[in-house]
């Protein structure tokens, strides 16, 4: 009777993605299964749960740890239950399990009904509305902020999440620096009195792009400065043309 | 026969009326009753303009709401279908989410293990976020068993947003403590040591 | 004698009446009156109605106003003078101030230069002073460090504001891990520019 029942339900779609966690399992079986909670038949329930978490597991569908768990413990209690009772202790404590089990779900079930209901209100900014044109007075300059706990929250949590993640690793690149293509220039320069173009200044074992970009621009800088101080004389003959350079002292 | 002063008092009651309606009609968000009380020092004469507003709104197509001892005015939910006006769109919240909610409401102030127990699954990342986000659920004291965990508790906008004017005003909330399913000493699978009280 | 057809009309009148003033209540801008003549076709009753509004509203701390023939309430000018009321001027606190206050709250004591060192900035000398002025923060007592620097610490006003009863209740570290606020993929994809280069 009950697994003909079961074929013709939809909640045996044989998924755990609509249910939220054993017991909302265990509530939809016993809706199901017209199993009445008011005389819990802990017996007929723990059965139709496991039979049902065996079909998932045999599908090798994936099963959240809990399921498992609550599996484990209606096993246990489905063995105690059919044990023969062996002394009143036993009974006592077989009944104390299947009390929490039913309250459990109560409980659960009294929520989702009530959490139906709350939701079935009317609700603000969909049935009725606030102001839609506040005019604020200017009690004091406190409420012309409006940081929200939530705000303020996320603020740190950003920041602590920040400085936990963001360690930077700059790449070792080779890059030149003003100062020291200064330093170069004026070796280089030194009783140099003929025009020299300033692409013989740049170190030839440039190995990319950005590095012969580097060397470039801070060598121009530094033949400026060089010019500058009364160092060096400097010529270009039109734009784009060559630059060149010659000491002066 | 109205005396002078008699008059006087009542002009004066009129203007301290509007005072108060002009201020919580100004503000999309309910007004305190302390802030209010700056403006009318005499709580019998504030109390006074408080019901006769109230009375005075409550065939009008907008209502004055008490939310938690703060005042708002609200569109009447009566009309509700008629008003298809700029509701604000938002994603409709996730079965955990509501469910959570219920359980912060109904059992607050509650922690987050008290939750998962209620509902027998463990809460997914964000579940909290979305509800802290909305301002519908705050921080609570926290609890004096070890680990001093964090409860949750509903907000005033939770009420306003629900239109109900204080927490005893749940849905079903007699019915739910009356049958003991707000008790909190029964667990099954209990990660926090059960109280024997 | 008032016919059925009259009654009828009259319930109607009623229910339009708080549609039309729900409508201008709601509305972020004055509501012209070709909107309001979508909800009620017959131009005759939208007159009445809105003359009807005007005059219950004109005794009122709030009055019907007709800006070039649209529609929204205001505060009557006759109690504004006792109200001081301003146009709402929404400013969000700076980020810099955020995340001052933030550090504050979570690892007050806390000096100046601790926060720098927290935010990976140097602090300017007006991110302070807001807070000071928001009344949110107040000097805590001097480290016994060289120096003796300041400390600073957050005041009851602060708790005040975000509806703490007290400081215990900030949700703490884990409690943020847990709600998925510290949740790292979402930082991943914050609202720092994708810098290219």
């Given amino acids: 009777m009950d697994n003909l029942q079961s074929q013709n339900t939809q909640i045996l779609s044989l998924s755990l993605d609509g249910f939220e966690g054993p017991i909302d399992l265990l509530l939809s079986l016993a809706r199901d299964h017209k199993i009445d909670l008011t005389k819990l038949s802990i017996l007929k329930l723990a059965e139709q749960y496991l039979e049902f978490l065996d079909k998932i597991i045999s599908k090798d569908i994936d099963i959240a740890a809990e399921y498992l768990v609550m599996g484990a413990w209606l096993a246990f209690l489905k063995s105690k239950l059919l044990l023969p009772i062996e002394n009143d202790d036993n009974l006592e404590n077989i009944e104390d399990l299947s009390e929490l089990l039913e309250f459990q779900m109560r409980r659960l079930e009294a929520i989702q009904n009530v959490s139906k209901t709350l939701f079935k209100r009317h609700q603000l900014g969909v049935h009725f509305f606030k102001r839609g044109n506040p005019e604020i007075f200017n009690v004091s300059n406190k409420f012309q902020y409006n940081l929200s706990l939530y705000d303020l929250i996320k603020t740190y949590g950003n920041i602590i999440t920040k400085s936990d993640n963001e360690k930077i690793t700059i790449a070792n690149t080779r890059l030149f620096s003003v100062e020291n293509a200064i330093i170069r220039l004026k070796e280089l320069l030194k009783g140099s009195k003929d025009w020299k173009s300033l692409l013989d200044f740049i170190p030839n074992d440039i190995k990319s792009e950005l590095e012969n970009k580097s060397a470039l621009a801070s060598h121009f800088v530094a033949s400026l400065e060089l010019v500058k101080e009364g160092n060096a004389n400097i010529k270009q003959d039109n734009i784009e043309d060559e630059i060149f350079l010659s000491s002066k002292s | ?197």
């Fill in chain 2, 1 to 197: 026969m109205k005396t002078d002063q008699d008059k006087i008092n009542e002009i004066d009651f009129h203007i301290k009326q509007k005072i108060i309606e002009a201020l919580i009609f100004a503000s999309a968000e309910p007004v305190p009753y302390s802030e209010l009380k700056s403006r009318v020092k005499d709580t019998n004469v504030l109390d006074q303009i408080l019901k006769a507003l109230e009375n005075d709104y409550s065939a009008r197509g907008v209502n004055l709401h008490v939310i938690n001892n703060s005042y708002a005015f609200r569109t009447s939910s009566e009309i509700s279908e008629y008003l298809n006006i700029e509701k604000e769109v938002s994603k409709p919240l996730s079965r955990a989410a509501t469910e959570t909610l219920s359980i912060i409401a109904y059992h607050q102030p509650v922690t987050r293990s008290e939750i998962e127990n209620i509902r027998g699954v463990s809460l997914s990342r964000g579940t909290i976020d979305v509800l802290l986000e909305l301002g519908w659920i705050q921080p609570g004291p926290r609890k004096s068993t070890p680990g001093n965990p964090l409860t949750w508790k509903t907000s005033d906008a939770f009420l306003d947003h629900f239109g109900l004017s204080e927490l005893d005003e749940l849905p079903g909330i007699n019915d739910l403590k009356n049958s003991g399913l707000l008790d909190r000493n029964k667990i099954i699978f209990n990660d926090e040591p059960i109280k024997n009280d």
